[in-house]
């Protein structure tokens, strides 16, 4: 098969560049030539600044503020700019294939794909379509779907359940292995708490507030706690002011090393977070963003708790006494953690990243012959 381009807008979060990602890297592979659209946030590059090998370029868009809303001004302003910014991307990268991860980044590549009547798909990770979906999935070629449970009124032949990528990093290591690279000890308990790529504040205040009541404990568990930018300082003072093992950072690019060490999870309910989750057959907690669009991570959390693969929390009604309680009876029951771990294992699918890959090349020769 003679190599294509293939325009891959995916930047925002890391929910959506994630699977950019894996795909991209899978398509190098087949000696296809990938290009990834970020979004200016500083997230996009910290998360690509390690990914030499993929080509990516930015749009300095932002997302739907509403209509009466006092940015909507610098919102026009910033639409323009991407529009200029994205004819010229499109001008000399003359894509042969769209393909979108959803988010703010993927109107513009979308909108002028449908113009050119190149074959369009849409990726929709999470279990509530978001705006984008909603707008552009009927002139989509394929949706595809991360979770079944996504409704979209389209026609059956048009939705495909391919699950979610995930980079091709993330593999198992063995604990001890894990042990060795992040100074942590093989016979404690670990706990690995994060928000996301850019940190969960809520969360964060739950985990300062729980510390103190683990004192007693404090010689058989051990954190990790990725805390994002703006809590980092506070979360390792807390901890070090108790005399915890633990392991904090901003963000991290080792989150291998974190799956593949812990007993436990805590976490927002984003589509990629569960899907690593599910990955690595853990156990979780979920604490689902609560001002996510049209509340999609409680949806999304409900598909592992359906399963028993996880407890979800409401951040406004959770207390830290009942939070404990929850972390306690898991990390305590290794009966009940082995069978959510194995919950969670079974709704993962290993095959996303190819499966993509195979309707993408599907595309590219229907749109040869």
């Known amino acids: 098969m003679k190599p294509f381009h293939i325009l891959i807008p995916c930047g925002g979060t890391g929910g959506h560049l994630f699977p950019g990602i894996a795909v991209a890297e899978k398509l190098i592979e087949k000696g296809h030539h990938p290009l990834l659209i970020l ?44 529009y200029k910014k994205c004819r010229s991307i499109f001008s000399s990268f003359k894509p042969d294939l769209i393909l979108a991860f959803g988010g703010f980044i993927s ?12 074959p369009l798909l849409i990726h929709e990770a999470n279990a509530v379509p978001g705006l984008v979906t909603r707008l552009f999935s009927k002139r989509a070629d394929f949706l595809l779907l991360g979770m079944e449970e996504c409704e979209v009124p389209l026609t ?10 995930i980079r091709k990093e993330l593999c198992r290591l063995s604990r001890n292995e894990a042990c060795q690279r992040t100074g942590l000890e093989l ?19 739950l985990m300062l507030q729980l510390l103190p009541l683990w004192r007693e404990q404090k010689e058989t568990i051990q954190f990790i706690h990725l805390t994002g930018p703006n809590d980092y300082e506070d979360c390792l003072k807390a901890y070090s002011s108790y005399g915890y093992r633990v392991v904090v ?73 009942s939070l404990k309680e929850s972390i306690d009876l898991i990390l305590h029951n290794s ?14 699918k290993a095959d996303a990243t190819d499966k993509i890959v195979e309707i993408i090349e599907r ?7």
């Open 335 to 348: 009966q009940l953690a082995k069978e959510m771990g194995a919950a969670a294992h079974a709704l993962f």
């Open 107 to 118: 109107a513009l590549p979308l909108f002028m794909g449908a113009n050119r009547k190149l």
């Open 39 to 82: 979004s200016d946030k500083s997230v996009d590059r910290e998360v690509i600044k390690n990914k030499k090998n993929i080509a990516w370029d930015s749009l300095p868009v932002a997302g739907w503020p509403g209509l009466f809303s006092n940015k909507i001004i610098s919102f026009s302003i910033k639409l323009f700019d991407g």
């Open 249 to 321: 950072e901003p963000f991290s690019h080792r989150m291998n090393l974190y799956y593949s060490l812990a007993d436990l999870v805590i976490s927002r309910a984003g589509a990629m977070t569960l899907t690593e989750i599910c990955a690595f057959g853990l156990p979780s907690i979920l604490i689902p963003y609560p001002y996510a669009a049209h509340d999609h991570q409680t949806k999304n959390a409900r598909v592992l708790a359906k399963e028993k693969a996880a407890f979800v929390f409401e951040e406004s009604k959770t207390t830290p006494q």
């Open 363 to 369: 595309c590219l020769l229907k749109k040869e012959n």
């Open 156 to 165: 059956p032949k048009k939705k495909i359940f391919t699950g979610i990528p």
């Open 187 to 205: 016979s404690r308990k670990t706990l690995f708490i994060f928000g996301g790529s850019q940190g969960a504040s809520g969360i964060n205040r």
